[in-house]
């Protein structure tokens, strides 16, 4: 399971599921490439709980880099799209970046960590879940600041 977001100028992107989901094929089939070009992003399995982590937070915009946005145009509404895509406007984007590089990551650890921890059962040493996602923390930082200064819109597929 992976979180994939990519970074597209607004007038690139077409607002229509059918077309975004084969947008998103082709850029995940290029993933290593688009992710060294700084265009694309992932995060495997754990983006539920950095998304947790996240919410620690009590700031409003705390909810944008994880699962923030909204589903493009066609998207089904009876049932979860395959795959689920969400879309963050160029302002989103902006939020999301400001937010990730005004919180603090080792307030968010103090305040979600433990339970955080907890999940990932034991033999798992708390150093290790915490680089987990102080890593996971620092790539969504930068990728999200890139895409800000460039006035992107992100785009985030669900793959399972």
């Known amino acids: 399971m992976h979180l994939h977001l990519r970074a597209a100028a607004e007038t690139d992107l077409r607002d229509d599921h059918v077309w975004l989901t084969a947008f998103m094929g082709t850029a995940w089939e290029?993933?290593?490439?688009?992710?060294?070009?700084?265009?694309?992003?992932?995060?495997?399995?754990?983006?539920?709980?950095?998304?947790?982590?996240?919410?620690?937070?009590?700031v409003r915009d705390a909810w944008l880099p994880v699962f923030g946005g909204r589903q493009p145009a066609g998207a089904?509404?009876?049932?979860?799209?395959?795959?689920?895509?969400?879309?963050?406007t160029p302002d989103e984007t902006v939020r999301a970046a400001a937010f990730l590089t005004s919180v603090s990551f080792d307030d968010l650890w103090s305040r979600a960590g433990a339970k955080i921890h907890a999940s990932f059962g034991p033999g798992w040493p708390e150093t290790t879940v915490r680089e987990i996602f102080r890593s996971h923390h620092r790539d969504l930082r930068a990728f999200y600041a890139r895409a800000a200064a460039s006035g992107h819109t992100v785009l985030k597929a669900g793959w399972f």
């Open 76 to 88: 089904p509404s009876d049932r979860l799209a395959h795959p689920p895509l969400m879309l963050l």
């Open 30 to 58: 290029n993933h290593e490439v688009e992710c060294a070009a700084g265009v694309s992003d992932s995060v495997e399995k754990d983006f539920r709980t950095l998304h947790e982590l996240y919410e620690a937070s009590a």
